[in-house]
């Protein structure tokens, strides 16, 4: 184990900037592994815990990435006469290329000697956040080696991949260890964002080093979640929960809305560890049934769920008849409903998606389902850039019932605040107030209404009395209640434009 009190060191001048006296965090040793970021005192929920910068940061460059992006500030950039002048084979934006961080980038990758410098390539980008490693101070260098890393036999591959995409590329034993060491903490510890789709639809992705980040453990359930500020992409992180003095500080590295199994494999093939959390020991996950499927029992309603979570293959009960199916079988389901759904999400329309999701799905695939709980969240996603084929209402029903959903699911897992919480309440807020603002004029509407339709009786009241008064004198003749409609409506009609403005009025 990495010695806390020297990581602690090391993150301390790392967070320097930030001057911040009383820390309300130390690294201490963990309970759930190794070494963690404890809570030195009493944190309430919202409350900002710590803020960090990247030791780290660059493009991901990943396969379904566009390259247009520039290599220091981030920015989509036109997609052509995006590469450097210069020859270093990295996109960059006018104004990054006259910065100091460039000159450093770009001096390093032109004496490297790209093979085709004007053209992107995505190896090449994606090398240069661990290359800048290279760059750094002792201490910054000995605060990378002072997290943990995956040192497995694939973490000398991205490297060694990037070597062939340069003529000179070094073969200095020390600066390559140096950067297969970075991939490896990278990879561990890293941090992967994708950019929400831009308007073209084109989407990047960029991978950073968050340093106290790194050393937050993981929890399926997490204490605390974070926000970037977008000027600095600094991270800041605060209590999801309430959290008690000495309580250890949780992030989480996958997924909220996966189920046990999905998440097991995912830690474990990725970052290397099981996790033991109550969320994973409880195979109905708290009650949200994230990966609950129906019986294969048609008689029967019960829910099905794994009987555990630490095997890749376990078998799975009904929770009401107890009757047992294998694992291939529940997959066969899983597989069954995933391929019908995806194939509505991936479809054009919204509105039938929609509309299978409310009044289709149900009837295959419990509602807590992860692949239902998924395609929901895309179709509020979709719903926050446009309404597609969608009417008003049903744009606005959706979001409060799918907003509603998500949340009761959150609000059964135990999540405390998160960014898609706050996303959350806000649309539902959104939309009550606009349901509110439409009745209130639906209402005034009624009363309009009404005041029309009682100065239209009062009106015929007059008429009838006036017709009697007048066929009075001649003859005894039963009093005519009312007159012909055709006589009435342009009198109806007086009164209700005389009716109008006192309505407004009220
Ligand atoms: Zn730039
Ligand atoms: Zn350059
Ligand atoms: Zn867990
Ligand atoms: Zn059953």
Known sequence: MICPKRTSELLDLHLAPFK??????????????GRGVMATRQLKRGEIIFQDSPLLIGLAAQEEDTLNACSICLKMLPDTRFMCRQGCGLPICSLCAKKKQHKSDCDMFKSWGPNEPDVANSVIIRLLCVARAINLTKDQRDLIYCLQANLDNNHRTEVRNAAKCFKNFPTDKK????MNRT?????????????????DNQEFSYRALYPLFAVM???????SYYTF???????????AVDIAEGEEITTTYTKLFTGNIARHLYLKMKKGFTCKCPRCSDPTEKGAYISGLYCRDTKCSGLVVPE???????????????????????????????????????????????HYLN???????????????????????????????????????????????????????????????????????????????????????????????QRAAEADKLIALALAADDGAAAAVPPVPVAEPAALAPIAGEAAALAAPTAEQA
């Open 217 to 223: 453990n993981h929890d399926c359930i997490p204490n």
């Open 183 to 199: 991939v490896a903490v990278l990879r561990t510890n890293g941090f992967d964002k994708t950019t929400d789709r831009t308007t």
């Open 359 to 453: 009044e289709k799905s149900d009837s295959f695939i419990p509602s807590s389902n992860y692949v239902v709980i998924d395609a929901k969240m895309s179709v509020l996603q979709r719903l926050a850039h446009g309404r597609e084929d969608c009417n008003e209402d049903l744009v606005s029903s959706t979001r409060l019932r799918y907003s509603r959903d998500i949340m009761q699911i959150m609000d059964k897992l135990g999540l405390g605040d998160s960014l898609l919480r706050t996303q959350l309440e806000q649309q539902l807020h959104k939309e009550e107030e606009r349901r509110a603002k439409k009745q209130l004029e639906l209402a005034a509407k009624q009363r309009q209404l009404a005041d029309l339709e």
């Open 229 to 239: 500020e977008e000027k600095t992409n600094n991270m800041i992180v605060r209590a």
């Open 308 to 354: 555990t979570t630490g095997l890749p293959h376990p078998n799975w009960n009904c929770l009401v008849c107890k009757q047992k199916s294998t694992h291939a079988q529940m997959m066969k389901s899983q597989d069954f409903a995933s391929g019908a759904i995806n194939a509505k999400v991936n479809s054009n329309s919204l509105r039938t998606l929609v």
């Open 20 to 33: 911040d006296k009383d820390p309300a965090w130390e690294v201490g040793v963990s309970k759930i592994a």
């Open 175 to 178: 600066l390559v260890e140096i």
